[in-house]
């Protein structure tokens, strides 16, 4: 079993929606929670960071972070086309000061096509 | 201006071979890394390195050789490549405190014919 489960898609979606990607992972030392988005071709591009639970919104995405679950979720409100990408998660136990050397744990990511 | 570059950014050669992938970052940032994404896109960590010191090494074959001559630049030297090593190479880089996010660059994809 991997260390960070996500759906892979691919996701279509009609431009307007509300987009939900999730995460699920089994490590309890995690406890930095990122998202990313990678179009096709180029690098992960940061989109959202939170540390441990809670909410963290910014613009039209919401992430969200429930550590007793074990489960992580990004939301995309009227979504667009050029948010079609496939959606990375990230996840890491902290610095090399806590011992966590910063490795980013990632989930396979999810293809999002949004369609006009 | 390009916060995290890679060279080159294609990069095909014959089984045997030995290669070598640039990167420098301008961010001023005390940590990097390489991460090898395959083709069902899953992202895995290979190394890091902070202040030219390697903190992280994730089981990579020994032809798999990281330097880093400044905490600028980290580059991947890869000897007798083989087939499976087909994959599109991340550097990526982060400040050097508790769990910050990475930065990545464009990607170099390797495929080894």
């Known amino acids: 079993q991997k260390e960070v489960e996500q759906d892979p898609g691919p996701l279509s979606v009609p431009e307007g929606a509300i987009v939900s990607l999730n995460c699920t992972y089994s490590?309890?030392?995690?406890?930095?929670f990122m998202w990313y988005r990678q179009y096709s071709r180029k690098g992960p591009e940061l989109l959202m960071y939170t540390y441990s639970s809670g909410n963290k919104e910014d613009g039209r995405f919401t992430a969200q972070v429930d550590k007793s679950s074990k489960y992580i979720s990004l939301f995309i409100r009227d979504s667009q086309p050029s948010d079609s990408a496939t959606y990375l998660c990230a996840m890491s136990a902290g610095s090399i000061l806590t011992g966590g050397g910063n490795k980013l744990t990632f989930g396979t990511g999810t293809q999002l096509k949004v369609e006009l | 201006d390009t916060a995290v570059s890679q060279t080159p950014k294609y990069l095909v050669t014959q089984m045997g071979n030995d290669k070598s992938i640039k990167c420098e970052q301008n961010?001023?940032?005390?940590?990097m890394y390489w991460y090898k994404q395959d083709s069902k896109k899953f992202l895995k960590i290979m190394f890091s390195y902070n202040n030219k010191e390697l903190i992280i090494n994730e089981t990579v074959p020994n032809r798999f050789s990281p330097k880093s001559p400044d905490k600028a630049h980290l580059n991947l030297h890869i000897n007798s490549l083989e087939l499976g090593d087909s994959a599109v190479y991340f550097c990526?880089?982060?400040?050097?405190?508790?769990?910050?996010?990475?930065?990545f660059g464009q990607g170099t994809r390797l495929t080894v014919v």
């Open positions: 961010l001023g940032h005390d940590t």
């Open positions: 990526a880089s982060s400040r050097d405190t508790g769990g910050t996010e990475a930065f």
């Open positions: 490590n309890s030392a995690f406890q930095y």
